[in-house]
């Protein structure tokens, strides 16, 4: 019997009413200092990278994983990949990153257990789009607490002021 998505992409080889404004660089929910090494220009998803695939964005082993965030196929199809190449490996960094971003909404950091271990990632994440909104992202996640808990959650992230969000911000989801 074929692994459900969620289990295969386990497997891996090394395993924002308030409005949102475009303010200052992304930043990540993350641990502000990752058990390994990376460098502050590739966090995170570099660093994930160098963990899976040792940071080789085209790499095609032929062990059913490809891409530097060894995507397992039907995760990559599943999480709108094809819009991009057919398979991770023939998709660009940027392009990767992007459909590991929607994995990282559907499966959160589990979706790479032991990089995401490694550099100490965990929990559902959303990462802030152009014309995203605190209370929307609430809404979406259906986030007790709305926009204020939201925001006390990731304050450290957006600063003081919860009208200023960063696109690409990466902002914690509390467990459902």
Aim: hydrophobic content about 40%; aromatic content about 10%; some cysteine.
């Amino acid at each position: 019997m074929a692994p459900t998505p969620a289990q295969a992409q386990t497997q891996t080889r090394a395993q924002t009413q308030t409005r949102a404004q475009v303010a200052t660089a992304p930043r990540t929910a993350a641990a502000s200092v990752p058990a390994y090494a990376c460098a502050k220009d590739q966090w995170p998803w570099g660093c994930v990278a160098e963990c899976e695939s040792s940071g080789r964005w085209h790499v095609n082993t032929g062990n059913g994983f490809y891409g530097g965030l060894q995507f397992w196929q039907p995760t990559w199809v599943e999480h709108g990949g094809l819009a991009y190449a057919p398979r991770a490996d023939l998709a660009t960094r940027a392009q990767q990153i992007k459909v590991a971003e929607e994995v990282l909404r559907t499966q959160g950091w589990g979706a790479w257990p032991v990089c995401s271990k490694r550099y100490g990632l965990s929990g559902r994440v959303h990462t802030v789009q152009p014309g995203d909104t605190l209370s929307s992202i609430a809404r979406r996640f259906g986030i007790k607490g709305g926009w204020q808990a939201l925001y006390t959650a990731n304050r450290s992230l957006i600063g003081a002021d919860p009208n200023r969000v960063a696109v690409g911000t990466m902002l914690r989801i509390a467990p459902l």
